[in-house]
């Protein structure tokens, strides 16, 4: 029976599968020395370390990792502690093809390759002048695969004597190209991930510069458009007070119809201009307490000219006057008149809306206003919040809006640490319930 020459026994002794199997089991306990990408070292940190782990089992043994490059045409180095570097130069950028050494070989037949002269062998005729210099003689070399098959690189082990592998050896490239083939993954993932993540952070940034300009561009355009509408409508106002010289009457009804074309105009210009502010985050609140009973005459007031023109009833009798919340008073009110004008917009003449309140829990109280409109499906009310979605029918054609009304009522009541949500069905009304914290200290005083 021949000795191998690293005087390992061949496989007909028995014996030497032992020696490997035990070898190789040494190594697999032993990876958790091999720290793969994510966990802190580079790529190349952690497949030097495992080259020399596999090393230190055959001490007579250079191993070496290359790296199928991005072009998949070519090897690049990977690791190989113990190679000389000048070698490690001269095969970096090596390409893969059919007669290109051990690794360029093995690589493009994705088969293992053994070449036990280098200086016999037909495979390193170009490739040898680089490994004989520096005492390099034999040399395996074992594609690193992934699950689908696909060529990573390779694993070689060198030697400085012409040899064949023995059983440990074919072992040890097993355990090798595995575990090499673990870190290689891991780390492309990483690296795929960090990617992902750098053009999220691009992506985000780029949207809150763009968001950022919009509202920019949004808050100038209001103020230049303000400008004008508001000489407008007070030129017009001015006019129908009879100055300079009283209109006629045919004058005084285009006036009224410039004034009521510019304050709607202005509303609408308002309406944007706060959901740009909401949207950026600008919007301050000035929080206090504040008695239901005193917005309750406000906003009857405000909504009884819509109301009165389509003849609609107004009921309150289930509001308690003295139920205080925590709240910013304007913003509070034009929630309340969003919501008013809203029913009034989706109610038909003769109908009526009900305002109610309540203390759903503790330290927290609810404002309903419900109509008896025509009610919405449950694809409107899923989508009522969302900006600029307005609902067409017979009801509004004629006066349209931007569709922010809804969704700046619920981010501001959102911004008080309220909220607002909706309950409706088709054919029988609506009611939007505002939910906001109470101040009950306050409330118990009065």
């Given amino acids: 029976m021949n000795a191998e020459p690293s005087g390992e026994l061949t496989p007909a002794t028995g014996s030497r599968t032992t020696t490997a199997a035990r070898t190789t089991d040494d190594v697999s306990l032993r990876t958790g020395a091999v720290a793969i990408p994510g966990d802190g070292p580079s790529l190349h940190a952690a497949l030097d370390s495992l080259v020399r782990l596999i090393e230190q089992q055959l001490p007579a043994m250079h191993g070496s990792v290359l790296l199928v490059a991005d072009d998949g045409r070519t090897l690049r180095h990977g690791a190989a502690p113990n190679l000389p570097p000048a070698y490690c130069k001269l095969i970096d950028g090596a390409q893969i093809g059919p007669v290109a050494g051990s690794c360029g070989t093995a690589a493009w037949r994705a088969q293992q390759v053994i070449v036990t002269d280098i200086e016999m062998d037909p495979l390193w005729t170009d490739y040898k002048a680089f490994a004989l210099p520096h005492g390099l003689r034999a040399c395996w070399s074992t594609p690193i695969v992934d699950e689908n098959h696909s060529v990573l690189g390779t694993f070689a082990m060198y030697y400085e004597h012409p040899r064949e592998p023995g059983t440990l ?11 090499a083939g673990n870190i290689i993954i891991r780390a492309r993932t990483e690296e795929a991930l ?15 510069h763009a968001n950022k300009a919009k509202s920019e561009f949004l808050a100038m355009m209001s103020h230049e458009l303000r400008t004008p509408l508001n000489a407008i409508g007070g030129y017009a106002k001015l006019m129908l007070d009879g100055i300079p010289n009283p209109p006629s009457e045919g ?6 119809r410039i004034v009521k074309g510019q304050q709607h105009l202005l509303a609408l210009i308002e309406s944007v201009l706060t959901h740009a502010k909401l949207d950026a985050g600008r919007m301050t609140y000035r ?12 906003i009857e007031t405000l909504s009884a000219p819509q109301r009165e023109a389509k003849r609609i009833g107004y009921e309150c009798t289930a509001c308690d006057s003295k139920l205080v919340v925590r709240a910013d008073r304007q913003k509070l009110v034009q929630i309340l008149l969003n919501l008013l004008s809203n029913a009034v917009k989706f109610t038909q003449p003769e109908g009526r809306i009900t305002l109610r309140t309540s203390v759903p829990a503790p330290g927290r109280a609810m404002i309903g206003v419900r109509d008896t409109g025509i ?14 979605v307005q609902f067409d029918n017979r ?11 809804m969704p700046i009522s619920r981010e501001l009541a959102r911004g008080m640490g309220g909220d607002l949500t909706v309950e409706s069905q088709p054919g029988a009304g609506t009611e939007f319930l505002l939910t906001l914290s109470t101040d009950d200290a306050a409330a118990q005083a009065s």
Avoid: C, H, Y
């Fill in 169 to 179: 050896e074919q072992a040890l490239t097993r355990t090798a190209t595995m575990l």
């Fill in 194 to 208: 960090r990617a992902s993540e750098a053009a999220m952070r691009a992506a985000r940034a780029e949207a809150e």
């Fill in 251 to 256: 004058q005084e009804n285009f006036l009224r």
């Fill in 287 to 298: 929080l206090e307490n504040i008695r239901i009973g005193e917005l309750l005459d406000v």
């Fill in 375 to 388: 009610g919405m499906t449950a694809e409107q009310v899923a989508t009522v919040f969302e900006p600029f």
């Fill in 395 to 405: 009801l509004t054609r004629q006066e349209k809006g931007t569709g922010l009304g």
